[in-house]
């Protein structure tokens, strides 16, 4: 007998990767439920060939899932979730309404599965732009300890959702067929929607993602940094983010620079990520081989590359981190998370619910 799993918002950039994933999964299936806002009633979406009506988002839409994938913005989180775990389900939430939750564990499952076993109802996919550097010095990590992180990320419009693809594509064709001059390109969106001001992301780069918090860095890099911390289970570790908007549509790539707490042999290094779960070692400078986002793209690995010994600091590292912002950033970490629910066997009713009805 397999599980009832649902898919909230369905319909979105991340929610169609979702059926995608699950189309692949080993998690044992006996339904998918497509759920989205009243808008997209009645539509049909294909899971392996069968069209499945979409269904709204309610109170009671949740009766009967073993497991709910939330990818529908952190409004419709705050609101629903707490149903879907009182009807008995386990949420895999991957927005960051939960993320910083204490009760909520904050999971990659490669790095630190373990912290679903006391799971009571709840658990939140990281940002899509930690994820993958978490995959990437986890095993670093493990064997020489992290002192410091310090990150410059690249990401790709689709972080923004489909609406900044558009806009994007738009902007190209208005500036290379139209002949607009790029400052004057048509802008709505980027770098964030609830901001005052928007600028063209085409043939540009926004050191901004998400609305500016009070000590001047963005929602984007705190999240980066209290999510490394969270996960890594070490608030001792120091890390600073700069994340930057890039006309790229899909795939996110990171310059990292770290400090270890013991000398680390750069030969080891490269070893420890080749050698570890979904993790890729691109790095033959020799041959110009190295992650690229392009090459990214449908693939669920994160790929690291450029590593290389910092010219004056003893312990520092620099590398290269690129990943599928859409599937490993997102879809594919959530359904991974579903997964690894099944494997410790920890999909059942929640026992205590320790969450707000709204």
Not at 230 to 239: F, G, H, L, P, R
Request: glycine share 8%; charged share 25%; with cysteine.
């Amino acid at each position: 007998m397999g599980y009832t799993v649902a898919v909230v918002g369905a319909t979105g950039a991340v929610g169609t990767q979702m059926i995608k994933m699950l189309e692949e999964t080993t998690l044992p299936l006996d339904k998918v439920r497509l759920l989205a806002s009243a808008r997209s009633v009645g539509k049909t979406l294909t899971f392996k060939g069968q069209e499945i009506e979409i269904e709204e988002t309610t109170e009671t839409a949740f009766e009967g899932v073993d497991i709910a994938l939330f990818s529908a913005g952190g409004g419709t989180s705050a609101k629903f979730a707490p149903y879907a775990v009182k009807a008995g389900a386990v949420v895999v939430d991957n927005t960051s309404y939960f993320r910083q939750n204490p009760d909520v564990p904050l999971v990659v499952p490669e790095v630190n599965a373990h912290a679903m076993d006391a799971h009571k109802g709840i658990i939140a996919c990281p940002n899509c732009s930690t994820i993958q550097m978490m995959v990437a010095l986890e095993p670093i990590r493990q064997r020489w300890g992290l002192d410091r992180i310090i990150v410059s990320t690249y990401q790709a419009v689709s972080g923004a959702g489909a609406t900044a693809i558009q806009e994007t594509l738009g902007q190209l064709h208005e500036a290379v067929v139209d002949g607009v001059d790029p400052k004057h390109l048509t802008a709505k969106i980027l770098p964030s929607g609830g901001d005052k001001k928007h600028y063209p992301i085409a043939f540009n780069a926004l050191p901004q993602i998400d609305l500016f918090t009070d000590n001047d860095y963005t929602y984007e890099e705190m999240k980066m940094t209290k999510e490394t911390k969270k996960i890594m289970e070490d608030d001792a570790i120091k890390v600073s983010a700069t994340c930057v908007r890039v006309p790229v549509l899909s795939g996110h790539s990171e310059s990292v620079y770290i400090e270890t707490i013991d000398p680390a042999p750069i030969s080891d290094v490269k070893e420890a990520i080749a050698n570890f779960p979904g993790a890729v070692l691109e790095d033959d400078v020799a041959n110009q081989i190295y992650p690229q986002a392009i090459n990214a793209v449908g693939r669920r690995e994160t790929f690291v590359g450029r590593i290389r010994k910092d010219l004056d600091a003893e312990n520092g590292i620099h590398m290269w981190i690129v990943s599928d912002n859409l599937l490993k950033g997102a879809a594919w970490n959530s359904v991974q998370i579903a997964e690894s629910l099944h494997e410790r066997g920890l999909v059942r009713p929640t026992k205590e619910l320790v969450f707000e009805l709204k």
